[in-house]
């Protein structure tokens, strides 16, 4: 029953993605550029991930600079004013402040104060689950407008000498603003978590170990084979779910956007689903590598820019990684 005397906020029955922006590091990679520490080579990197070159931020490029860049991006490409944003969403893993959030100070840098502002900690699935709250919070009346940034300055965490990951990983943040629609453009989200491989994509050491004296600065590892084998079979059922619940078939997508973890992973993907070759892939690791959590904005940025896809069409996007967890989602593209 509805207390008469509590106030109800309007509601609106869909929310849609009006726009998208993006920063990448300022600085490009090789792979001859980071293949002798871990006694490889341009080619072994190229066919083992698909990457020739990955983005990384100079020293005076930090992960926030990347972030208010993105979200000016894609609140000036949305038309409206920074004070109609009725939370701001952050998703990070390589914030290098554990409180207070991130996305308390981008509000601040962006004039979208005094929105509600919180971080989530999903890693490469975070954008996706930021798609899917910010969902809610839009029909559900709570923010007309609603900022979700992905962001990384994952070479922060980087171990020059690790194989298992290193040379995958690249800076870099993309936002999107969320908003009413008259029609859908946000489909259920597929979510979810396998806390069964918790380490399976972690850290090297604990900042108490680092603290106490007990470890080295803490970096990204994984276990590559675990992380492989459950991105290609896992993940695909998820995929299919997305679809399903969305109501829409593999053949009627524009474009498949998936976390851009390992071209490999991606290729499967699109086998798996048995794309038709209209579908345009993302395939942005090639020349940006793995930006986790920014990287399926990004992704979904760089297609729309090189005009390979239009405003309007329809495109599943798929995050994941660290946790493990995942997120999907169809969306009418900005």
Known sequence: MTHPKLNQFQTVKYSRIYSLGAARGDLVVTNDDIAGPIDSSDEWIRQR?????????????????????????????????????????????????QTPSAAALLAEKIGANPAPAFDISAACAGYCYGIAQADALVRSGVAKYVLVVGGEKLSDFIDPTDRSISFLLADGA????????????????????DGSHWDSVSMTASLLDFRDGEASWPTIRQDGMTVFKWAVWEMVKVAKQALEVAGVKAEELSALVTHQANIRIIDELVKQLQLPENVVVARDIINTGNTSAASVPLAMDQILQDGLVK???LALQIGFGAGLAFAAQVVVLP
């Open 49 to 97: 991930t698909g990457i020739i070159t990955r983005r990384r931020a100079s020293k005076a490029l930090s992960l926030m600079d990347m972030a208010v860049d993105a979200s000016n991006q894609a609140v000036k490409r949305a038309g409206i004013d920074p004070q109609e944003i009725g939370a701001v969403i952050f998703s990070t893993i390589s914030h290098p402040y």
């Open 311 to 313: 405003s309007g069409g």
């Open 174 to 193: 993309g936002a999107a603003i969320v908003g009413p629609s008259d029609e859908p453009g946000i489909s259920p989200t597929v979510w979810g978590s």
